[in-house]
């Protein structure tokens, strides 16, 4: 669900228009996928016969885990509480184009296993352009190119010194550090603008959370980011196929001593020999699932010290375009840090006068509170903020409050003040011979993406094979 930040945009290896050539080899690739899989000998050696597993959650890492070990052989079952599969994958078609109210990029595409499925899926990627942005200030002006230098300048500086300065506390947040050496950034619209797209809406969190010592972790691919032409669900759609998946099943307690596991469900128990948990953070901070035994004490600390993120994106439509058609991103430096500072421009990708407007750090507390009159009054001053009377009220307005769903509670994870990446790892080890957690809060290099959730569901079920060939 993430945004991709400007500083990442600017840095893109590749271009959109050296990637043309890419669609061709769409079904070698595909192929080269199926052989890779086959020859990891999931499906090829039946490791899973006569294995019997619950995953509970229909999200990206719950359809993985789910997917690898039928293909291995394995009596799978998917619960999911939603009447829908996906998770935090959510593409609403009700204006007649994919609108994604939940993850929306394939966040680096050269070698990223989302970017493998998506071809073997069939999906078609659009490739984010980072020459095509354009930032606003209130009236409409734009910021002078040297300005828009010089503060991303200043964010190196604090990027380059917030380690440093931490000196290992992790008590000290990235506020702090920005507070202690340029201060003068939260005070002008400019600076506000670029903390945000580069920080609070990265990592879905105000600045005051994130972690100062440890902002820096984790790994990224190479390449353009994307987005997916058919909207994200087909991938999820794609892995779903011929899987037992039962919607409207809430998990109230799963009991993972002895020989077996049992998932107490709102429709009743089931029992397997293993359980693989992939549930949202959030979730699991609730506390809506039980566990006896309870979990490892690793892992019930690691959940506790861990951020998990807030994100308000809102798709605004309209009947014709009033914005610049070209770029694919426009932001806005506002008064107030997080007040919708990047846009997704929808024209470009599906000819469609659609933006998806993103809130994030204190200000997405304040979207997520306003009820519809409010949020259609919110947007529609923002857009006149910038472009003046053309500006109409949008037709629709369309967004999902992840914060308020019982089945997310948030957006996605991040490593909070306090909290280490050891806390990832934590969450990766097995909670019991009978028991796995995945998803993108178990992944220490990719947290807080697509591609971290489906290597977890990789993770999580080679584990259980593992175990079955030992």
């Known amino acids: ?43 090829a050696d039946g490791a899973g016969k006569g294995l019997k597993v619950i995953v509970i959650g229909a999200g990206i890492a719950g359809l993985t885990a789910a997917s690898s070990l039928a293909e291995a052989g394995a009596e799978v079952i998917v619960l999911e509480a939603r009447d829908r599969i996906g998770g935090r994958i ?43 942005w354009q930032v606003f200030e209130r009236g409409g002006s734009e910021p002078e190119d040297f300005e828009l230098d010089d503060v991303f300048d200043d964010l190196e500086v604090i990027e380059d010194r917030a380690v440093e300065e931490a000196d290992g506390d992790a008590q000290q947040s990235l506020l ?6 340029d201060p003068a950034l939260l005070k002008e619209p400019i600076g506000n603008w670029a903390l945000t797209d580069a920080y609070e809406g990265e990592f879905g969190a105000p600045l005051a959370q994130i972690s100062a010592l ?81 979990l490892p004490e690793p892992q019930r600390k690691a959940i506790a010290a861990l951020g998990f993120g807030r994100l308000a994106k809102v798709a605004v439509a309209f009947d014709e375009a009033f ?40 200000y997405a507390e304040k979207v997520d ?23 109409s009220a949008p037709k629709a307005v369309l967004r999902h409050v992840w914060s308020r769903d019982p089945h997310a509670l948030g957006a996605y994870s991040f490593i909070a003040v306090g909290a280490s990446p050891s806390d990832f790892e934590a969450l990766a080890m097995p909670a019991s011979p009978r028991l796995l957690l995945a998803g993108e809060h178990t992944s220490a290099d990719y947290f807080g993406t697509v591609h971290g959730a489906l290597m977890s569901g990789e993770r999580a079920a080679e584990a259980l094979l593992a175990g079955r060939k030992g």
Not at 25 to 33: G, H, K, P
Not at 376 to 387: G, K, N, S
Request: aromatic share 6%; charged share 20%; glycine share 8%.
């Open 1 to 43: 669900m993430r945004p991709d930040p400007l500083r990442r945009r600017l840095l893109l290896l590749l271009a959109a228009s050296s990637l043309s050539a890419l669609p061709l080899s769409r079904q070698v690739l595909a192929q080269e996928t199926r052989r890779a899989r086959t020859a990891s000998g999931t499906a």
């Open 90 to 132: 959510f593409t609403d078609h009700s204006l007649g184009i994919p609108v994604e109210h939940g993850a929306n990029f394939i966040h680096g595409f050269n070698g990223n296993p989302v970017a493998e499925l998506s071809t073997e899926a069939g999906a078609t990627p659009f490739f984010i352009d980072g020459e095509q």
């Open 176 to 181: 702090d550090i920005i507070e202690m050496f």
């Open 214 to 294: 440890h902002f820096d972790a984790g790994e990224s691919f190479d390449g353009p980011d994307a987005v997916l032409k058919e909207g994200y669900v087909t991938l999820a759609d794609y892995l779903a196929e011929g899987l037992d998946i039962r919607l409207g099943q809430t998990a109230r307690a799963v009991r993972h001593a002895g020989d077996v596991v049992s998932v107490e469900t709102s429709g009743g128990v089931l029992t397997a020999d293993h359980c693989i948990v992939t549930v949202p953070l959030g979730v699991l901070k609730s506390g809506a699932i039980t566990f006896d035994p309870p």
């Open 323 to 362: 914005w610049p058609e070209e770029p694919h991103f426009i932001g806005y430096a506002a008064e107030t840090r997080g007040r919708f500072a990047d846009m997704l421009n929808l024209v470009p990708i599906h000819e469609a006068p659609v933006l998806t407007m993103v809130a994030s750090g204190d």
């Open 369 to 391: 509170a306003m009820d519809e009159a409010a949020l259609r009054a919110d947007v529609t001053a923002v857009l006149r903020d910038i472009f003046g009377e053309k500006a």
